[in-house]
Nanobody
């Protein structure tokens, strides 16, 4: 079992940047890792993925402003978010997956507002 804790959310002005962190309770080196977000009242959507080997994937709607990375030595996955917009306001969640197993964090709130 892997426990995930996200951090780094907060209130940012439009055009600003944030880096979210997801720290795992144990090694994540064999896990694929994802960042999802869920705006209030809407469905959860994929923001970015990174394989155990470090390959990244982004939905077309997320390309260009988001960057996912991992540091297996620190059991941590990051999401760098740039040029933030009010529509990026959401709770952001980290997920670890391996075969049929998936583990979610509790989320961190990101609010983009002037």
């Amino acid at each position: 079992q892997v426990q995930l804790v996200e951090s780094g959310g907060g209130l940012v002005q439009p055009g600003g940047s944030l880096r979210l962190s997801c720290v795992a309770s144990g090694s994540i080196s064999i896990y694929a890792m994802d960042w999802y977000r869920q705006p209030q009242g809407k469905q959860r959507e994929l923001v970015a993925s990174i394989t155990s080997g470090g390959s990244t994937r982004y939905p077309d709607s997320m390309k260009g402003r988001f960057n996912i990375s991992r540091d297996n030595a620190k059991n941590t996955v990051y999401l760098q978010m740039n040029s933030l917009k009010p529509e990026d306001t959401a709770a952001y969640y980290c997920r670890a997956r391996l075969d049929w197993r998936t583990y979610w964090g509790q989320g961190t709130q990101v609010t983009i507002s002037s």
